[in-house]
């Protein structure tokens, strides 16, 4: 019944006006970003941050996070109105959502997602309550050996996420490593890597990193492409889909939302991941799978309940163990920070009423989320008419108003310049900058727990696989790492063979 | 030799600069013991793992084929560097009002398709938006207009 009770603190402070007002904003800003392509949530999330600096933590982490989950109610409608993903996480919505708009039934497919990502909002939403105490009760006996290795597991587990190249997704992390230890060093309290400029002795601004990486640089490149342009359909109807579309998509529902809460709680894991395992599992189960692609509603109904179940739990490792599972997690992180709370299994007992409000404040932002998607999606619609060389100067401007006000230094303006540039040259390069920002938010407290662990251990690294959490973590991330490695190896040496 | 995937090669080179030039700054900290690091331990072990990785992608753009790079269009990158120097140094001596107006108007030129009325237009309504946003709503430390204006 501790439950109850701790979901009711959470549900008092949720109801408080202020934190209702937040959490609208929150939902209200992730469906507008959700639905206009080009524009992602890590970029409004890092946009909007230092905007929250003058809230108390709680309505910040509120309406941050209803910016991430709110994107994903918003991507379907892109998807399946125009056949562009407004989100990645949408990506295999367009398949047979568009198909579903192309033969007149957009409004049930607009209506199915909105429904499946509700019904998977809500559950997820107790798989968090239920879940997150007993892992951060275990994750508060953690020493800093345990939590050295669970930090190598997780960076490890995120590389999952990242497209391409196994080995330069781990580069990246390497450089966010490094770029996370610019400043002052909290143990020795040297100033590294600053080249003598004071402004760079608080280190690199994270806001600044996700924004040049996120934002700007993923402007540019979309500006180097010819503006994508998608079939419109203008015809939506009725958005209530019929009955037997109900019955067809009921287990759909219960299937992804149960794929995407447990992809959501693994490092690496979240929104993105979740469709995709949920759209192919639908599949694989389906009685007559060559309909997928032709304007099944469940292949609809699936991955949009999957992407919004795991982009709720995947605040579990974040709330829980202080640990980030993808680049928006990373940045939460980086909000609780700069608000004074030390992110980790003690936030929950220290602060339970910015852990359950946030919990509660999610299952209200689902029932806004409803309201906000189904009646007024004709209004979204009319958004994706806005050109894209009205919207990029816009984000431009966001991004360096907000950069500046952050510590108001005019340095970190140019910060974001060079940082732009940097990143647009790593993504040429075909290197994701997702494992990049996970290493930089990771890095100091890695260092840190390392420091201490060696020595406590007078000196000898074998504390990490004598202590059996930790071993097990970083027996976990080598197997990882092998399961990863081995197809790719597979893949490229029977390349080099054909030749 | 043939580079045979040059995106490995350049990557593989630019992650193996940067972990040598972190790695010689670092030297000049004190690295101190396993038992008690000081300050260049853990730069310079990381250091040490991503130049490995990038050996290993250079090594690897010998021996597997990739993509080849894609073809560099400056001018969108270049005209948003500037856009977002300008706003900096707009902001510092101008004030808010002047550096958005530099950034839009200048920005815009990142997108070919771009029209000077129209970005005009979009500063002035973006410069009205921030400021009523910013400052009358949030209440942000940011200056509008120049010192001498007022």
Not at chain 1, 93 to 120: C, E, K, N, V, Y
Not at chain 1, 147 to 157: E, H, P, Q, R, T
Not at chain 2, 37 to 48: S, T
Request: include cysteine; charge should be neutral.
């Amino acid at each position: 019944m501790e439950l109850l009770s701790n979901l009711g603190l959470g549900l008092s402070v949720a109801l408080g006006w202020q934190n209702l007002i937040y959490c609208f904003i929150g939902c209200f800003l992730g469906t507008l970003v959700g639905v206009l392509p080009g524009i992602g949530p890590v970029a409004t999330v890092a946009m909007l941050l230092p905007f929250t600096f003058g809230l108390g933590p709680t309505p910040a982490l509120i309406m941050l996070a209803g910016i991430y989950y709110g994107a994903q109610y918003g991507g379907s409608t892109t998807a399946i109105l125009v056949n562009i993903p407004g989100e990645s996480s949408s990506v295999v919505t367009t398949l047979d959502g568009h198909q579903m708009a192309r033969q007149g039934r957009a409004g049930p497919a607009l209506g199915i997602a909105a429904i499946g990502s509700f019904a998977a909002g809500c559950i997820a939403t107790v798989v968090i309550a239920l879940f997150a105490p007993p892992l951060a009760e275990l994750a508060l006996k953690f020493s800093p050996a345990e939590y050295f290795s669970l930090m190598v597991f997780g960076l490890v587990a995120a590389i999952v996420l990242a497209r391409g190249s196994l080995i330069k997704a781990l580069a990246m992390v390497c450089l966010g490593l490094l770029l996370g230890m610019i400043g002052t060093d909290v143990n020795s309290g040297a100033i590294r890597f600053a080249f003598g400029q004071p402004e760079l002795a608080d280190g690199l601004g994270f806001v600044a990193i996700a924004m040049a990486f996120f934002g700007m640089a993923d402007v540019v490149m979309n500006l180097e492409q010819p503006e994508q342009s998608g079939v419109y359909t203008s015809h939506i109807g009725s958005v209530l889909p019929t009955l037997d579309d109900l019955k067809t998509s009921f287990w759909s529902i219960v299937r992804g939302t149960a794929l995407g809460s447990i992809l959501g709680i693994l490092p690496g894991g979240g929104a993105l991941l979740a469709s995709f395992a949920a759209y192919m599992f639908e599949k694989k189960v389906a009685r007559h799978p060559r309909r997928f692609g032709e304007g099944d509603i469940r292949g609809v109904a699936a991955p949009e309940s999957a992407n919004n179940a795991g982009a709720q739990t995947s605040f579990i490792p974040m709330l829980t163990l202080g640990i980030p599972s993808n680049p928006t997690m990373a940045l939460m992180i980086g909000a609780m920070m700069i608000q004074g709370i030390a992110p980790g299994p003690q936030v929950m007992t220290d602060r339970p009423e910015l852990f359950w409000g946030l919990i509660a404040s999610m299952w209200l932002g689902n029932l806004m989320l409803l309201v906000l998607n189904l009646p007024l999606v004709g209004l979204w619609v009319r958004l994706l008419k806005v050109p894209y060389r009205l919207l990029f100067p816009s984000i431009f401007v966001f991004c360096c108003i907000g950069v500046y006000t952050v510590d108001t230094k005019i340095f970190d303006v140019y910060e974001l310049a060079a940082l732009t540039a940097v990143g647009y040259l790593l993504i040429k390069l075909d290197c994701e900058p997702a494992p990049l920002i996970l290493g930089f938010v990771l890095g100091p407290l890695m260092e840190e727990n390392l420091r201490r662990a060696m020595m406590i251990a007078q000196g000898d690294a074998s504390v990490f696989f004598s202590r059996p959490i930790s071993a097990g973590f970083l027996i976990a991330a080598v197997i990882l790492l092998a399961a990863i490695a081995a197809p790719t190896l597979r893949a490229k040496r029977e390349e080099v063979l054909q030749e | 030799m043939r580079i045979r995937s040059p995106k490995d090669f350049w990557s593989g080179l630019v992650f193996i600069a940067i972990a040598v030039a972190f790695m010689a700054l670092a030297a000049r900290y004190r690295l101190g013991t396993a038992e008690k690091m000081g300050p260049g331990f853990f730069p310079i072990m990381i250091g040490v793992v991503q130049a490995g990785l990038g050996a290993i992608l250079l090594g690897r753009s010998f021996v597997l084929d990739g993509p080849p790079l894609e073809r560099m269009r400056l001018p969108p990158l270049a005209i948003t560097v500037v856009a977002v120097v300008l706003f900096g140094i707009a902001l510092s001596w101008l004030g808010l009002a002047a550096a958005i107006a530099a950034l839009v108007i200048v920005g815009a030129y990142a997108d070919r398709s771009s029209r000077l009325v129209e970005s005009i237009a979009l500063a002035a309504a973006l410069i009205f938006f921030s400021v009523a946003m910013f400052v009358w709503v949030l209440g942000l430390p940011l200056q509008v207009w120049p010192d001498w204006w007022t």
